[in-house]
């Protein structure tokens, strides 16, 4: 008796150790598999460094060209009838990086003229006193020069506009 309980304590060891050998294999096998398939991955999605720069290359914003100002000689409008402040001059440039533009702004310079008299025309100066009130009115007149360029030119952007002169009297 004592044999056989040896014999089966043999059996019990040889099976423990042989499932805890199995038990190993099998963890092992799973994170081989794992690392197989992740770097297969980062391999057909194109990882590694190469691919991280050329990201960054794409989503960086394109080069610009030089700057162009493109001077609106003065405005001398009279401000809306109710106001007590009868007139309002003003000069203005327009920044473009787009050469295209700068021909389209010289083109269409009597359309835009007209454009900005019009909307000058309609102004309170009681609104064009406040900082507030210059940035929503430089706001208007890109958006109208903006409209212009593409309507009737190439379509490209207006970066912005600069009063270099602004009286009310």
């Keep these: 008796m004592a044999d056989q309980k040896k014999a089966e ?35 057909l ?26 001077e609106l000689k003065a405005f001398t409008v009279n401000l809306a009838p109710e106001d007590p402040v009868g007139f309002l001059q003003t ?9 295209n533009v700068t021909a389209d702004l010289e083109k269409h310079k009597p359309l835009i003229r007209n454009n900005l008299t019009l909307l000058f025309g309609r102004q ?12 929503a009115l430089q706001q208007k007149v890109q958006e109208t020069i903006q409209s212009v360029i593409n309507k009737y030119g190439s379509g490209g952007e207006v970066e912005n506009i600069f009063f270099t002169n602004f009286v009310m009297q």
């Design 91 to 99: 000069q203005i440039q327009v920044l473009t990086y787009d050469d």
């Design 45 to 70: 999605l194109g990882g590694g460094s190469d691919s991280s720069e050329a990201i960054v290359e794409e989503t960086a914003e394109p080069e610009r060209g030089d700057p162009s100002y493109v």
């Design 124 to 135: 309170k100066s009681t609104d064009l006193r406040s900082p507030e009130g210059k940035q």
């Design 9 to 43: 304590e043999a059996e019990e060891n040889a099976e423990g150790k042989g499932s805890k050998k199995k038990l190993i294999f099998i963890i092992v096998g799973a994170f081989l598999l794992i690392g197989i398939s992740v770097g297969a991955t980062v391999m």
